[in-house]
């Protein structure tokens, strides 16, 4: 049997045909993977499982190069920042003693607002962060602390210093024991976040902290997400393939004004005609 034969023979089975009859009468065009098309895979296990903590570090690693080297990504990012938030967050008081109200709104802006932070930011500054963080890095993360005397204090932790050192899935000692983790996250039984670990220089230096005592924003896609993902995750590749290209015609073009011509006649000099 030759080639051709035997690719009849394969076709002709009821439960291929049947296969081609299903997909062509099927409601939705995007249902029928036939014809010439590349396979895609179906997706179908949640989030957690679909993105490794390997992958997700690359999209946010990608998300903030763009953003320090692609002016048009960082330009609406920061935009959207000072429309949002800007620098003037400020309180106001809506109850009825008007003379209290008065005394804590001049202790928080006074007071509070310009040292907010352990490291010195105002809370204002902080805000600001939080949308550039939000849609660069995916989501921010502050600890709400305090002062040796008890004085409220907030600390801001980067993207990259929430997570699991090891790539653990399961918390192996203290008070979380035996529940499950992903990328720094730990949840109970119903998927709930419910403490996180910060990763310090070293082992030793790595803290588990309760949900209670986190400010974890993010935008949710989907449900049951544990951490978020920048806002220009969905054209990452395309915006670096542009990059890519910006930078190649760019040396096309450094290339070809580089070259000078120059012409040579008998006289010397400009042709009279």
Not at 84 to 104: I, M
Request: hydrophobic fraction near 40%; proline fraction near 4%; glycine fraction near 8%.
């Amino acid at each position: 049997m030759n080639l051709l034969d035997r690719l009849s023979s394969i076709f002709k089975k009821p439960e291929i045909k049947a296969e081609f009859q299903t997909q062509q009468n099927s409601r939705l065009i995007g249902a029928g993977w036939w014809g010439n098309r590349p396979y895609w895979p179906n997706f179908v296990r949640p989030i957690q499982k679909e993105v490794t903590t390997t992958e997700w570090r690359t999209i946010v690693s990608a998300s903030n190069k763009l953003y320090w080297n692609f002016g048009v990504i960082a330009g609406a990012i920061e935009d959207k920042g000072m429309l949002a938030v800007g620098k003037a967050w400020k309180p106001k008081f809506l109850g009825d003693d008007k003379e209290w109200g008065k005394r804590a709104t001049d202790w928080l802006v006074n007071q509070w607002y310009p040292v907010a932070y352990v490291n010195g930011l105002s809370f204002t500054d902080g805000l600001y962060l939080d949308s550039l963080a939000l849609d660069r890095d995916g989501d921010s993360t502050t600890v709400l602390t305090e002062t040796d005397t008890g004085y409220p204090q907030l600390q801001m932790i980067a993207w990259h210093a929430i997570g699991s050192r090891n790539g653990e899935k399961t918390v192996l000692s203290g008070p979380y024991r035996g529940l499950r983790q992903y990328n720094g996250v730990i949840q109970n039984e119903f998927d709930r976040a419910v403490a996180y670990t910060i990763l310090g220089e070293t082992e030793k230096d790595d803290r588990t902290i309760s949900a209670r005592s986190i400010d974890f924003l993010m935008d949710s896609k989907v449900p049951g997400q544990l951490r978020g993902f920048p806002i220009f995750t969905s054209a990452l590749m395309d915006l670096r393939d542009l990059t890519t290209t910006q930078g190649y015609i760019k040396q096309a073009v450094a290339a070809a004004a580089s070259i000078g011509l120059i012409e040579y006649n008998d006289t010397g000099m400009v042709d009279p005609m």
